[in-house]
Nanobody, 125 residues
């Protein structure tokens, strides 16, 4: 059974850091396109970062480049999102998603088969 479980969210002041975790079961993350999305109230779901471990590639939304880093721990079958220099506009529910197809528009949420339940990130000014 495929499952994605996010953790690590919380409340932090602007300029602070958080590390989100996405623990996967039922598949091997190295063979999948692993993506972090976020959704703020009243806004569309936004692609934040993508990693395709098998292809050795990562992508980031312009809004988080230089501040966020997506990385894998293959032994733990887990993907992390290290978030530094957080801003109030980063406040959102963060979701982990996965799919076996990893080309094209990675930021299109409709492409992904598997989703976690989300973890809330709140950044105060």
């Amino acid at each position: 059974q495929v499952q994605l479980v996010e953790s690590g969210g919380g409340s932090v002041q602007a300029g602070g850091s958080l590390r989100l975790s996405c623990a996967a079961s039922g598949f091997t993350i190295r063979r999948m396109c692993m993506v972090w999305f976020r959704q703020a109230p009243g806004k569309e779901r936004e692609g934040v970062a993508r990693i395709y471990i098998g292809g050795g590639s990562t992508d980031y939304a312009d809004s988080v480049k230089g501040r966020f880093t997506i990385s894998p721990d293959n032994a733990k079958n887990t993907v992390y999102l290290q978030m530094n220099s957080l801003k109030p506009e980063d406040t959102a529910m963060y979701y982990c998603a996965a799919d076996s197809y990893c080309v094209g528009s990675w930021y299109d949420s409709g492409r992904y088969t598997y989703w976690g339940q989300g973890t809330q990130v709140t950044v105060s000014s």
